[in-house]
């Protein structure tokens, strides 16, 4: 069992950066795959990064390359996503969640733990 909270969301300016942090709780985070998604109203819950579970791999939505890093610290059982140059379609709740090994992370069904979500907001 893993249990995730997401961080870090706000209002921020159109071009401001925002950094969100998921706390995982578990010995075992460090073997899980951890990505990202967000949800923006009325819209279906989207991809946005992953990455491995060494962190030596990462996986990006074409909208946000080039904008959001994901990384992890696996000592510290916490995955972040570094957002710059935010755009006021950033805006969304992101959540994170913990995958399954050997699956394709662009995938919603590709995640067995999911957090509460955070609230992140562009104004124009």
């Known amino acids: 069992q893993v249990q995730l909270v997401e961080s870090g969301g706000g209002l921020v300016q159109a071009g401001g950066s925002l950094r969100l942090s998921c706390a995982a709780s578990?010995?075992?985070?460090?073997?899980?795959?951890m990505g990202w998604f967000r949800q923006a109203p009325g819209k279906e819950r989207e991809f946005v990064s992953a990455i491995s579970w060494s962190g030596g791999i990462t996986y990006y939505q074409d909208s946000v390359k080039g904008r959001f890093t994901i990384s992890r610290d696996n000592a510290k059982n916490t995955v972040y996503l570094q957002m710059n140059s935010l755009k006021p379609e950033d805006t969304a709740v992101y959540y994170c969640?913990?995958?399954?090994?050997?699956?394709?992370?662009?995938?919603?069904?590709?995640?067995?733990?999911w957090g509460q979500g955070t609230q992140v907001t562009v104004s124009s």
């Open positions: 578990g010995r075992t985070f460090s073997s899980y795959p």
């Open positions: 969640a913990a995958g399954i090994r050997g699956r394709n992370l662009y995938l919603l069904g590709s995640y067995d733990y």
